[in-house]
């Protein structure tokens, strides 16, 4: 009873209480925006938006909303903090990253405001470990202004066919370009690479397509470099919306299925290549 | 040029396109009247390989001769090469080939010059790849089944089995025909410390082959990474493997022809024999102990323990490759050794050109010399046995171990020591000796590619490495 009010008065002091079961959910939704060393992470009522960000271009989210904790107690309107992502996914794995069925790391995440470190208790089979990671200054994030009442096209699909497309991915091409159509080829993935052109074609019939929303013939080039960290996302995920502005701008949102049978999301914008080439050979 | 593979074949095609990719960094690609034929050859011309995919083998098979007379009869028909690594981007997985694609289809889009592998897949999806290509001459070699003296034919399952158990450095495998046995041996370069060199030596007996013709007791040495291509190849196609050849320094022929609808050859340089006077001394060891291995069994009548038995033949060999390599010394001083072995060498390069070399098509004929890779064999002696196991060994002297198909003995530094070493206090003075040339190019460079004639005399000068030991050794 004395510890049980002793760490009611602990959490007293932290601004942000989140307790989950399984941290493998949380490493698991992390590691598919890790392709940078650091993560700008928001906290709100809603639960956590984690943010990466690479060359000003391309922009990844990571949201955990609350029903994902177990327990989630924000007594601010919103904390903001930038961590080290790296050290965050190991803390998270401490109790290492294979799969043990049945055996689960429970999580339990405090911090306490401007300034102090973001405080991770873990426990597995009666073996605790406190971690305490240093917390840096918060960047102000990219706003891509992407609204979806911009967008001009939209396709829902099953991750499956797309895996392989992205996993497939010429990497000698410098940009990977996206034709998104009403007509054919309706939606074709193109890379240019040294050894010749490589077209994948999506029909708009295939059982792979949730949904087709294509009013016009959109060709945007995106660089190979910045599109080939979604493959992370698009590995884990059940489905992607893929979508594009007015101005090129990519939208993509993949849908993970947890092992609970939540939902999570994580989306990707990213920037259109200017020097969109006039001769895109076909 | 337009052929069309169905799904069931796509897989067969990828996987032909692995193996070449193994050997070779560009693919040679002819639509032939009788198929289409895919063929490389590695950078050291050591080693070649052809794949010819009959009309069968496709859903649809056009090879663009009709085509192309009617619009331009000066246009030749189609033979081009293609970046190896480009193509294998078409058939990167191969799981995922046999999974997705409902079929293949590669035709020639000749206003663009690209060559257009398409793959449809299930679910409506349509993988293009346009591939630059360069044009270029008929890649053939030259070389004939039909005159080896040896032959045999084996499951892909055994054979691989077999290459197994050598080391994945292992460059170079030796291969021993006599009448009653194939022995597997690795290819030991002239290493100056025996400490750490591991012996591995397989013993086959012909009853293991599906067809066993022994015409010359011979020894051949090829690499191994070409025969692990190939066989990667017939594993998962699970046909059997031939190989034809005839004597160390003439080339050995690995074959898969038994499905109608396409056939794989590989041609592999062998190493010839009088390249150094190690070989010298190996292959006299080797002449030397055969009759004490065929005795053997006479004499020890019903050894059951067959590796014990081999341990003594190594041994054997090693303690006559020694007295082998004193002989030579006598013989020859170091200088007097280079002279002559550059002399051989230089009659060998003659002798070596009959390995590959691209053959200029002439007039359209570019097919000329296909014919002789698509020849009959000859009638093998065909020593086929339902059930190898069931059946025992009665004139092979080698007594097999019942359910152990290949047999594995490696003579460790420990165990063969006494014998390998005898002036021990030498030691030193070896390791003192100048690195040789690295085993691989030495052995390549022998045998093929007129090109290459100026970088082998080079290399030749090199190799008698050997000569210098040995004066150290007399010292």
């Not at chain 1, 993560?39 to 955990?64: H, I």
């Not at chain 1, 949730?210 to 489905?239: D, G, H, M, W």
Request: charged share 25%; aromatic share 8%; proline share 4%.
């Amino acid at each position: 009873m004395a510890l049980l009010t002793q760490q009611a008065e602990e959490d007293e002091h932290y601004i942000l209480v989140a307790k989950m079961d399984n941290a493998r959910t949380m490493s698991n939704i992390l590691k598919a925006i890790h392709f940078k060393e650091t993560a700008t992470v928001f906290a709100s009522e809603r639960g956590l938006k984690v943010t990466v960000e690479d060359a000003k271009c391309v922009q990844a989210n990571a949201f955990l909303q609350a029903e994902v904790f177990q327990e989630f107690i924000i007594k601010e309107e919103q904390a903001t903090f930038k961590i080290n992502l790296t050290v965050l996914l190991d803390c998270l794995n401490i109790f290492g990253s294979s799969s043990n069925p049945g055996v689960t790391a429970a999580l339990k995440m405090c911090y306490g405001g401007y300034g102090s470190p973001l405080k991770l208790m873990l426990e597995e089979e009666g073996v605790l470990t406190d971690c305490s990671i240093k917390t840096l200054e918060p960047d102000d994030t990219l706003d891509f202004n992407f609204s979806s009442a911009n967008v001009i096209n939209k396709i829902i699909m099953k991750s499956e066919c797309l895996k392989e497309a992205f996993n497939e991915l010429d990497m000698t091409s410098e940009v990977l370009q996206i034709v998104m159509s009403p007509d054919r080829p309706y939606f074709r993935l193109s890379t240019f690479g040294n050894a010749g052109s490589t077209h994948s074609d999506f029909s708009k019939d295939s059982d792979m397509m949730e949904a087709f929303n294509c009013a016009q013939t959109q060709t945007n080039r995106y660089k190979v470099s910045l599109i080939k960290p979604s493959v992370k996302a698009l590995a884990s995920s059940v489905r992607v919306s893929i979508r594009t502005d007015n101005r090129g701008f990519l939208s993509l949102q993949f849908m993970i299925k947890l092992d609970d049978g939540q939902v999570c999301f994580v989306e990707y914008y990213c920037v259109p290549d200017e020097d969109l080439a006039e001769e895109y050979d076909d | 040029m337009k052929c069309i593979i169905p799904g069931i074949n796509v897989k067969v095609f990828g996987r032909a396109i692995h193996s070449l990719a193994k050997i070779g960094e560009e693919l040679y690609l002819e639509p032939l009247e009788h198929g289409l034929a895919l063929r490389t050859v590695n950078s050291s011309r050591s080693a070649y390989a052809c794949f010819v995919f009959a009309p069968s083998f496709f859903q649809h098979y056009d090879d663009g001769s009709g085509q192309l007379n009617s619009q331009d009869s000066e246009e030749d028909v189609l033979r081009c090469k293609i970046n190896m690594k480009s193509c294998l981007t078409v058939f990167k997985s191969l799981s995922t080939i046999e999974r997705t694609v409902d079929r293949c289809k590669i035709s020639l889009n000749l206003q663009e010059s690209r060559l257009v592998f398409q793959l449809y897949c299930r679910h409506g999806i349509v993988k293009t790849h346009n591939l630059s290509f360069i044009e270029c001459e008929t890649l053939q070699a030259v070389f004939s089944k039909d005159l080896c003296p040896n032959a045999f034919t084996a499951q892909a399952k055994l054979l691989s089995d077999i290459v197994l158990n050598f080391q994945n450095n292992q460059e170079e495998v030796t291969l021993i025909m006599k009448p009653d046995k194939v022995l597997l041996k690795n290819y030991v370069e002239d290493e100056p410390d025996p400490k750490k060199v591991v012996h591995t030596e397989l013993g086959l007996d012909p009853i293991e082959f599906d067809h066993f013709q022994s015409g010359v007791d011979t020894e051949v040495t090829f690499c191994l990474k070409e025969l692990r291509a190939i066989l990667a190849f017939a594993e998962v196609t699970a046909l059997p493997v031939s190989a034809h050849f005839e004597s160390a320094g003439k080339p050995i022929v690995f074959s898969i022809d038994s499905d109608p609808n396409f056939e794989g050859n590989i041609v592999l340089a062998t190493l010839a024999e009088d390249l150094s006077t190690q070989d010298n001394a190996t292959q006299q060891s080797t002449q030397n102990s055969q009759p004490i291995n065929r005795s053997m069994p006479s004499t020890a009548a019903k050894r059951t323990s067959y590796s014990s038995k081999k341990s003594s033949v190594s041994s054997t060999s090693f303690g006559r490759r020694v007295s082998g390599e004193n002989l030579e010394r006598k013989m020859a001083s170091g200088d007097a050794v280079k002279e002559r072995q550059e002399k051989s060498s230089a009659s060998k390069l003659d002798e070596s050109t009959e390995g590959f070399r691209v053959i200029k098509p002439m007039m359209g004929v570019n097919n000329g010399g296909e014919g002789s890779t698509r020849n009959g064999r000859v009638n093998l002696l065909t020593r086929t046995e339902e059930d190898p196991w069931a059946q025992p060994s009665t004139s092979s002297p080698v007594i097999p171990l019942q359910n152990n198909k290949h047999l594995l003995h490696s003579v460790g530094a420990d165990t063969s020591m006494p014998e390998v070493t005898p002036p021990g206090s030498d030691e030193d003075d070896e390791e003192d000796m100048v690195p040789g040339t690295p085993p691989s190019k030495k052995f390549k460079s022998l045998f093929f590619g007129l090109s290459q004639a100026s970088s082998q005399a080079s290399q030749q000068k090199e190799a008698p490495v050997l000569a210098e030991e040995t004066d150290d050794e007399d010292s």
